[in-house]
T-cell receptor, first 114, second 113 residues
Framework: DAGVIQSPRHEVTEMGQEVTLRCKPI?????LFWYRQTMMRGLELLIY????????DSGMPEDRFSAKMPNASFSTLKIQPSEPRDSAVYFC????????????FGDGTRLSIL | QKEVEQNSGPLSVPEGAIASLNCTYS??????FFWYRQYSGKSPELIMSIYSNGDKEDGRFTAQLNKASQYVSLLIRDSQPSDSATYLC?????????????FGQGTTLQVKP
C-alpha cells in the first residue's frame, strides 16, 4: 500500500519567494496533519484537518503560512513570503480515527530558505 | 510543565544491553500511547502502540504503560547499533481532541558496538 506521499523532497529557494509543499495522504484516512521539525523546537504541529476541514491551526506560526485541503487526497502548505527562519523539515501525516489508529508520516520536505 | 516529557539524552548503551526509554505525560485522561523511531534525516516511524495498563511485547521491543503514574516506557532488549536513533513518545489526549497526538521532544539512543 502506498504511504503518505510528499513533494518536493527538497526545496531551496531565496527569501521572499512563495513556497508550496504538497501532500497525498493514505487512501481512506480521515485526518491529515502538517508538522515542522527543527533541532531547536523539535516536532511542532502546525495544522490538522478532519474530512478536509481545518480543525486546529493554532500552530501556524504567522499569517505567512496557509494550508488547504481541497479534497480527501490532496493538501498543500504554502509559505508566502518565505524567510530564512522557515528553514526546517516539514512532515505531513495522516491517520484513521477509528479504533485509535496511529499517525503515519510521509518522508518530509527539507526546506532551505537562503 | 510540558504535556509529554522525555529525557533528551543521549542515552548510550553497549551492544546487547537493554535500553530503557521513559516518557511522562500530564493529561490523566489520555487514551492511547505510541512510540516512534526516527533515524537521522528520516521521518518518524511507528514501532509500538499501547492502550491499556501493563506490558506489550513485539520482538525485542516492550512497551509498558502505567496510567496511575502517567508513565509510559519502551524497553529494547539485545540492543543493536541499528537501534541508534531518536525515539519519540506520542500521547493521544482525551476525547475532544480526536486525531491529534502530543509528541515529546524525543530521546536519542546510541548503541555502541
Amino acid at each position: 500500500d502506498a504511504g503518505v506521499i510528499q513533494s518536493p523532497r527538497h526545496e531551496v529557494t531565496e527569501m521572499g519567494q512563495e513556497v508550496t509543499l504538497r501532500c497525498k495522504p493514505i487512501s481512506g484516512h480521515d485526518y491529515l496533519f502538517w508538522y515542522r521539525q527543527t533541532m531547536m523546537r523539535g516536532l511542532e504541529l502546525l495544522i490538522y484537518f478532519n474530512n478536509n476541514v481545518p480543525i486546529d491551526d493554532s500552530g501556524m506560526p504567522e499569517d505567512r503560512f496557509s494550508a488547504k485541503m481541497p479534497n480527501a487526497s490532496f493538501s498543500t502548505l504554502k509559505i508566502q513570503p518565505s524567510e530564512p527562519r522557515d528553514s526546517a523539515v516539514y512532515f505531513c501525516a495522516s491517520s484513521l480515527e477509528r479504533n485509535n489508529q496511529p499517525q503515519h508520516f510521509g518522508d518530509g520536505t527539507r526546506l532551505s530558505i537562503l | 510543565q510540558k504535556e509529554v516529557e522525555q529525557n533528551s539524552g543521549p542515552l548510550s548503551v553497549p551492544e546487547g544491553a537493554i535500553a530503557s526509554l521513559n516518557c511522562t505525560y500530564s493529561d490523566r485522561g489520555s487514551q492511547s500511547f505510541f512510540w516512534y523511531r526516527q533515524y537521522s534525516g528520516k521521518s518518524p516511524e511507528l514501532i509500538m502502540s499501547i492502550y491499556s495498563n501493563g506490558d506489550k511485547e513485539d520482538g525485542r521491543f516492550t512497551a509498558q504503560l502505567n496510567k496511575a503514574s502517567q508513565y509510559v516506557s519502551l524497553l529494547i532488549r539485545d540492543s543493536q547499533p541499528s537501534d541508534s536513533a531518536t525515539y519519540l513518545c506520542a500521547v493521544k489526549p482525551p476525547p475532544g481532541n480526536t486525531g491529534k497526538l502530543i509528541f515529546g521532544q524525543g530521546t536519542t539512543l546510541q548503541v555502541k558496538p
